[in-house]
Nanobody, 122 residues
Framework: VQLQASGGGLVQAGGSLRLSCAAS????????MGWFRQAPGKEREIVAR????????YYTDAVKGRFFISRNFAKNTVYLQMNSLKPEDTAVYYC????????????????WGQGTLVTVSS
């Protein structure tokens, strides 16, 4: 499975961005996809995840009600809509995929896209 993330950038606090993660090669084996983020000096943390077939979602508390994860089967793409962005959302965002059950640990995910930087200015 190959993952290609895009959509990061610089935005003012309160603004919105949409990240995309396009999957290719072996997408039929994907069970779950997730978005993680890593701020400078911090560990990589789960932001949201979605099961590929059922669409069950999970959000970390810090983004509930502001971020929304979705998937498009036709495009083999997962999106992360980020609204009401805050400076503390600044991080490199990574998409990840697993062909088995995976929850919130980064180690649960085998396939990773390159990171995309999100910078939120105050």
């Amino acid at each position: 499975v190959q993952l290609q993330a895009s959509g990061g950038g610089l935005v003012q606090a309160g603004g919105s961005l949409r990240l995309s993660c396009a999957a290719s090669e072996g997408t039929s084996s994907i069970y779950v996809m997730g978005w993680f983020r890593q701020a400078p000096g911090k560990e990589r943390e789960i932001v949201a995840r979605i099961t590929w077939s059922g669409g069950d979602t999970y959000y970390t508390d810090a983004v509930k009600g502001r971020f929304f994860i979705s998937r498009n089967f036709a495009k083999n793409t997962v999106y992360l809509q980020m609204n009401s962005l805050k400076p503390e959302d600044t991080a490199v965002y990574y998409c990840a995929a697993s062909t088995r059950i995976a929850f919130i640990r980064a180690s649960d995910y085998v396939y990773w896209g390159q990171g995309t930087l999100v910078t939120v200015s105050s």
